[in-house]
């Protein structure tokens, strides 16, 4: 999978670098109260292009980011200016928490067999009372599109990833449209949950 973001990077990189993802983000940064004395930690997972890690540094945050493809990691580096790591969600660790992962059109990737063991690990990583973010195209199932995996949830399905996990409060699930151009007819299926 990652052989089609080193492919096709510069086509990608355009039709997502300039999307206007700030109220998705502004939902995210709102659960979870800042104190100007402590810039929260934010973990961008699955950063591609770097949009949302340069969004949320420019907000004074204190931004980490990783990707499966070494070509958005080079991406996220010189556009953002994070630290940026190369790493699939599998196999993720990091030395410290975070108040905050935000992982958008990311996990959408990795396996449906797989993704309960990775919001485990992701919810591992974040301190008590902390966020994440997750965002999924609507539907069911997995497929297997360009030679990438997509695995596809409702807003059903997810509550019951998120419910399965000890780790989280209740989540705030809604709907969106993809904001980018020409395809607007696309749903995604987004939430925003707090660990206990």
Not at 78 to 103: D, G, K, N, P, Y
Not at 125 to 143: D, I
């Amino acid at each position: 999978m990652t052989n089609y973001y080193d492919s096709n990077a510069i086509a990608f990189i355009a039709t997502t670098r300039d999307v206007d993802m700030s109220i998705a983000r502004g939902r995210f940064l709102a659960a979870v109260p800042s104190r100007p004395d402590d810039p929260a930690r934010i973990l961008d997972a699955g950063s591609g292009s770097g949009r949302d890690a340069l969004a949320f540094r420019v907000l004074g945050y204190d931004v980490r980011a990783f990707d499966a493809s070494p070509v958005m990691v080079a991406a996220t580096q010189a556009h953002a200016a994070v630290e940026t790591r190369l790493m699939r969600f599998q196999e993720f660790f990091w030395e410290h928490s975070f108040e905050r992962i935000w992982a958008c059109a990311s996990l959408l990737h990795v396996a449906e067999a797989d993704l309960a063991g990775v919001v485990d690990r992701l919810a591992a990583h974040l301190v008590a009372g902390g966020a994440l973010y997750l965002s999924f195209k609507r539907g069911t199932g997995e497929q297997v599109k360009d030679g990438r995996r997509f695995t596809d949830m409702t807003a059903e399905s997810l509550a019951a990833l998120l419910d399965g996990s000890a780790a989280f409060h209740k989540p705030d699930i809604w709907e969106s449209h993809d904001c980018r151009p020409n395809r607007a007819s696309e749903v995604w299926v987004n939430s925003v949950v707090k660990k206990t």
